[in-house]
């Protein structure tokens, strides 16, 4: 079959990633399809434009150009998406017709545009929705009312995105539900997470780091962006109320808020390592001994990359994240424990019963993993997506 695989946001195109989209085109040409990634020039994360790349890993490469921007939260970068959106129906129309089109939401413009053309030439759609837009930047830019005018436009791509596809996947069935809101045709969405191949991430974590770790130190682990959704500062309060220097809080990642909360962090026993390659990434959490996730209120977020992290590194976790799918698997697999969403207070009372409880620790890294193996190894989880992709459209 000919696949395209439509997604804006593909990492670094090299090893040391842990994209979804590559991941499943490498399972598809496996299988003998032809596959084309369609995405953009400019790296997102690195806010630099690719050197021209054709192919990875056997894997077409077709780069759409997309206008820089700067801020992940900006006029810029939505103008961006659209115009490169526009571009991408550009690409398609002059392009032979596939079998199949696998769009990743968001972006939004691309994904309503793939979707008109796709139901047009009864061409198999399938959206997979990796984030909620606009309701995750209505988070940040939450005004009554004002933000529901200035977010319609964005509601409406993606309501036109999400009533054209053919078969729903997303990153959690949250996502999945908002998506069947509004599409009368598919009966039933499928949630794969977005989680990682635990093979994969097991060879990772056994890599040497350049950090020691003294005796008797607990290591808090954090992994991901350090943007407005994402609550570092409740985990800094909770330490300065703990006030024990044997335990490390190791923050791994890079964003907007970086500085800030380096500053915030000021005399507290905190490294910050700045982005990682995900090799490192691996390596440095399975040395860590308890993960924190910390998510703002109200954020959009459900089940994101650092579930599958923490899960696979077998680490007990310590969540105030409010979304029910995930506080549902943490209580499900006893393997950490929810806390009350921006509570100090909370919080350090959970990381201090954990702190003093090493039994508990384990039981609950053993139930972590276990919880990896059953619900985030892509080698177990994937194949149905692959299923998916496999089984033609009625219409052609």
Known sequence: MDIVIIADFVGRLDDTDNNRFTYLAEMLLKKGHDVEIVTSDFNHGTK???EKKYAYNGIKITMIHEPRY????????????YLWGKSVGIFLKRRKKPDVVYCAMPTLKAASVAG???????????????????EAYKMVFNIPIISSIVFLPFKILANSAYKRADEIVAVSKTYVDRALRVNKKVKEGHSVFLGTDLDVFDSFSKSGIPYEKKDQEIWLGYCGTLGASYDLKVVFDALRLLNNPKIKFVVMGDGPKYDEFKAYSTGLNVLFTGKLPYTDMCALLAKCDIAVNPIMHN????????????????????????SK?????????????????NDSVDLKNRIQILVDDIELRKRMSVNSRRCAEEL?????????????LEVKNDSN
């Not at 954020?299 to 409010?322: F, R, V």
Request: hydrophobic residues 40%.
């Open 48 to 50: 630099q434009f690719f």
């Open 70 to 81: 700067r801020k992940n939260v900006c006029i810029k970068r939505f103008f961006a998406h």
């Open 116 to 134: 008109k053309y796709c139901n047009k030439h009864g061409i198999k759609f399938i959206i997979d929705v990796q984030d909620l837009w606009p």
């Open 299 to 322: 954020a959009a977020q459900s089940i994101i990359n650092k579930h599958a992290d923490y899960a696979a590194a077998g680490l007990p976790i310590i969540n105030t994240q409010e």
């Open 325 to 341: 799918e995930y506080q549902n698997l943490v209580s499900y697999y006893e393997m950490g424990f929810n806390c009350k969403n």
């Open 376 to 388: 985030f190894n892509r080698l177990n989880t994937y194949p149905a997506i692959i299923n998916l």
